[in-house]
């Protein structure tokens, strides 16, 4: 049993790594590569989606594959986790974030340990990570609930659209939004904007949870 446990967390760990080390590397690469602000946003919202796809179809048969402290809320509420695994999911999901974060800048070679000076908030990118996470959480839940086999491909297209019809680029996740600001490159997040993202992202999580058990219910 403790083994399983720690499988499980250790799933949430590295799928939430790779996660950001895809966002803040491929965000690196196309700022190397490009000028067009288009082209590196455009780089960045198809290898996310793809990662996503990717590693949410490898984990989510072994831990549910999170990687998203939001989605964890919205199931704790719902009472499929209980408190314990839902805070080790989380704490492991931060960790692992912050871990790709600071592997993406090594490798990249710039400096390690940084903070951005990009900063985020305002009242529309507020409503946007709002948006942005209801319509996360509303996606995985619909998606769940009738194939989820699905929940892969659904979130990896709805996380690339995301990128693109919001004025936050989707953030959508705590512990991707506390990683990035670890990193004064495209990707990256003023530390003095993370907390208002996470409280948009928390009220999207609990909103999509209520609301969506109404489409469940009277589905048929």
Known sequence: MKNNKLGKVLAEFIGTFFLVLTVVGSGIMGENLSDNLALTLLGNSLATGAILFV???????????????????????????????????????????????????????????????????????????????????????????????????????????????????SFANPAVTIARMFTDTFTGIHPGSVLYFILAQIIGAIMATFIVKYFINTKN
């Open 55 to 169: 590693i949410i179809t490898m984990f989510i048969n072994i831990s549910g594959a999170y990687f998203n402290p939001a989605v964890v809320i919205s199931d704790l509420i719902n009472g499929k986790l209980n408190i314990k695994i839902a805070s080790l999911f989380i704490f492991a999901q931060i960790i692992g974030g912050i871990l790709g974060c600071l592997i993406a800048n090594f490798y990249f070679e710039i400096n390690i340990f940084q903070w951005s000076t990009n900063e985020r908030f305002a009242i529309s990118t507020f409503i946007s990570e709002i948006l942005a996470t209801f319509g996360l959480i509303f996606t995985i839940i619909i998606i769940s609930t009738k194939d989820k086999d699905k929940v892969a491909l659904a979130v990896a297209l709805y996380i690339t659209a995301g990128y693109w019809f919001t004025s936050s680029t």
